[in-house]
Nanobody, 123 residues
Framework: VQLQASGGGLVQAGGSLRLSCAASGQTFNTYGVGWFRQAPGKEREFVAAIDWRGSTAYYADSVKGRFTISRDSAKNTVSLQMNGLKPDDTAIYYC?????????????????WGQGTQVTVSS
């Protein structure tokens, strides 16, 4: 399956962006999907994840209450709504398809990755 992340851009602190992850090649509707991010000089870190039914979601503490992950099975997409953005949110954001139907917070649980989309938050 090929994943395409989009929706990144430059935004001022306090602003919002909505990232989208689209799957092609095959559906990822029966798999968990996660978002990770990587800032320059830092390790890739977990941001949010959702299970195949959209009934369970996990968030990193740093984004809890500001970011919301959701999925649209009809469109074969997963979105990440990001509100209240901070300069520390600046990173390349990657979506990934899990090896199972469950939401997961660790990188090894994912085997297909998108190419990433840049999010830059100015102060």
């Amino acid at each position: 399956v090929q994943l395409q992340a989009s929706g990144g851009g430059l935004v001022q602190a306090g602003g919002s962006l909505r990232l989208s992850c689209a799957a092609s090649g095959q559906t990822f509707n029966t798999y968990g999907v996660g978002w990770f991010r990587q800032a320059p000089g830092k390790e890739r870190e977990f941001v949010a994840a959702i299970d195949w039914r959209g009934s369970t979601a996990y968030y990193a503490d740093s984004v809890k209450g500001r970011f919301t992950i959701s999925r649209d099975s009809a469109k074969n997409t997963v979105s990440l709504q990001m509100n209240g953005l901070k300069p520390d949110d600046t990173a390349i954001y990657y979506c990934a398809s899990a090896r199972s139907s469950q939401a997961a917070t660790i990188r090894w649980a994912y085997h297909y990755w998108g190419q990433g989309t840049q999010v830059t938050v100015s102060s």
